[in-house]
């Protein structure tokens, strides 16, 4: 378990907060029953959740910035930008392009990934192909900061859905382990069994998503809360140092005991 960072929290003066996004990425379960949700194991040596569990994403770049003002310069840059860096950080570390309004074959997606991995940015790949992206296809859910730690991730977490349930994605094994789908039920068995590790954000967010029997559900009651900044805080229950989150905003589970609580 990773060292706790509200034991010795970092003064607000001395924070770097770091802008970053991530996408939780539907499909059609195979065998039928509830969604699966695309998830990538971390390599243990990365300084932030290594070992854990998450889903695809990454920091905000200055180059998806660059390309939010191209293409969408009267909407909230940031959120653009936040959606750019999910779709570039996904195809990088997965091999699956989403938000795109043209369809992909997987070579052309093998093509772009390799082109990406060059550049270091999605721009010059879209240009290259005649790919329009479509951000309305990521939805909005959530936004998470730790605002405790000297570098803390501002992540917008986005929902969007593939449909079919046949998809090709290869594992990035410079920072990814392993990727594998699964609904956010069996994500939570398996984390209780000890089989993966879970970060607080993330194993909240599974709590959310486990409620949705499709992604229409997932999308709906999104629309229905404000997306307000989430920083988990410390309280004391009946002795206990817990780790919680603000009520209101859509998940049916706003804590866990701080000693059991995973960080990045």
């Known amino acids: 378990m990773s060292e706790n960072p509200f034991d010795n929290p970092v003064p607000p003066e001395e924070r770097e907060i770091i802008p970053a996004a991530t996408v939780v990425i539907f499909r059609n379960c195979p065998q039928g029953g509830p969604p699966q949700l695309l998830m990538v194991q971390r390599s243990k040596e990365l300084r932030f959740a290594g070992g854990a569990a998450v889903f695809p994403g990454g920091r905000v770049d200055e180059a998806d910035r660059e390309l939010a003002h191209r293409i969408a310069p009267d909407d909230d840059s940031e959120i653009t930008a936040a959606r750019i860096a999910s779709v570039r950080e996904t195809l ?57 730690k000297k570098r803390a991730f501002d992540t917008r977490f986005f929902l969007t859905d593939l449909g079919t349930g046949a998809v090709d994605i ?6 990814n382990t392993r990727m594998f789908w699964t609904s956010a039920k069996q994500a939570l068995e398996l984390a209780n069994s000890g089989e993966i590790s879970l ?11 486990a409620l949705f029997a499709n992604f229409k559900e997932a999308r709906e009651q999104a629309a229905q809360y404000p997306i307000k900044l989430i920083e988990p805080n410390v309280e004391i229950r009946d002795g206990e140092r817990w780790l919680t989150i603000p009520d209101g905003l859509g998940y049916p589970v706003l804590g866990q005991p701080l000693d059991l609580a995973e960080f990045g």
């Not at 954000?201 to 959310?208: A, G, V």
């Open 170 to 175: 290869t594992v990035d094994a410079t920072e």
């Open 199 to 209: 970060i607080f954000p993330t194993r909240r967010n599974l709590d959310r998503l």
């Open 92 to 148: 990088e570390e997965t091999g699956l392009l989403i938000a795109i309004r043209e369809t992909v074959s997987a070579a052309h997606a093998a093509r772009a990934r390799e082109m990406l991995l060059k550049s270091e940015a999605l721009a010059p790949v879209l240009d290259h192909f005649g790919w329009q992206l479509d951000l309305e296809s990521l939805t909005c859910f959530a936004r998470w900061c730790p605002a405790v």
